[in-house]
């Protein structure tokens, strides 16, 4: 399966501890984004990344984020001192390019809960 | 604007007929527009998109029209299956936003056998 490939798929963490999500984009695609889902919700943007780059973090809270993709390695979503309200799921999508005729395809996703 | 809900608008069709999924946006700088489908526990995925100096574009069984006077996005699937049951999500690029998707609020499919 050549598609975006996303682990863990379920995380558990208890407040105050530190969850990291993995994610490995497409082949040949160089371009990765994050967005959170809570339940009954629409994808919401949170960062956009090339290789060792942060393009647009626009969508990330200010604290306790962070996100990197390394020239080597999946891309890292860092979450510190996680508290109730980061429970969501959180999912990575890639793309070869930007723009029309270059769409994200999404993984399935981490399940973060948060006891 | 962004939707935002704690109940997913749901359509229920027959099996074999024809469905009908419609999608609203705000920002007339919207330059790309593309239909999600997200089944329970997975990620959503890619079913057709439209640049905005189209008005439909078809696909294998689904036909997507945009019409940019109204704003107004509409996903059509011909000859619903069991298997399309999922929830649908537009989302666009904004032309003056990067490359960021900005999703709508999503409507569950249901199709009865």
């Known amino acids: 399966n050549a598609g975006v490939m996303q682990n863990p798929r379920h995380l558990v963490r208890r407040r105050g501890q530190e969850a990291r999500l993995r994610c490995s984009p497409m082949?040949?695609?160089?371009?990765v984004y994050w967005y959170r889902q809570l339940p009954e919700e629409g994808l919401k943007f949170m960062v956009y990344?090339?290789?060792?780059?942060?393009?647009?973090e626009s969508g990330m809270p200010k604290e306790r984020f962070s996100a990197e993709f390394p020239k080597e390695g999946p891309s890292i979503l860092r979450i510190q001192q996680v508290v109730r309200g980061d429970s969501a799921a959180y999912f990575c999508?890639?793309?070869?390019?930007?723009?029309?005729?270059?769409?994200?395809?999404f993984g399935d996703g981490t399940r973060l809960s948060i006891l | 604007g962004e939707s935002v809900g704690l109940h997913l608008p749901t359509l229920s069709v027959q099996e074999g007929d024809n469905s009908i999924i419609n999608c609203a946006y705000s920002?007339?700088?919207?330059?790309?527009f593309i239909w999600y489908k997200q089944e329970s526990g997975k990620g959503p995925q890619f079913i057709i998109d439209?640049?905005?100096?189209?008005d439909k574009r078809q696909g294998q069984r689904v036909t997507v029209l945009l019409n940019k006077t109204v704003k107004h996005l509409s996903l059509q699937i011909a000859a619903t299956q069991p298997g399309d049951s999922a929830v649908y999500f537009c989302?666009?690029?904004?032309?003056?936003?990067?490359?960021?998707?900005?999703f709508g609020g999503g409507t569950r499919l249901m199709v009865k056998p």
């Open positions: 989302a666009e690029i904004r032309g003056n936003a990067g490359n960021m998707l900005t």
């Open positions: 999508a890639s793309s070869p390019g930007t723009g029309g005729g270059q769409p994200q395809h």
């Open positions: 990344l090339q290789k060792e780059n942060i393009i647009d």
């Open positions: 920002n007339s700088a919207s330059d790309y």
């Open positions: 082949k040949g695609h160089s371009h």
């Open positions: 439209i640049r905005s100096n189209m």
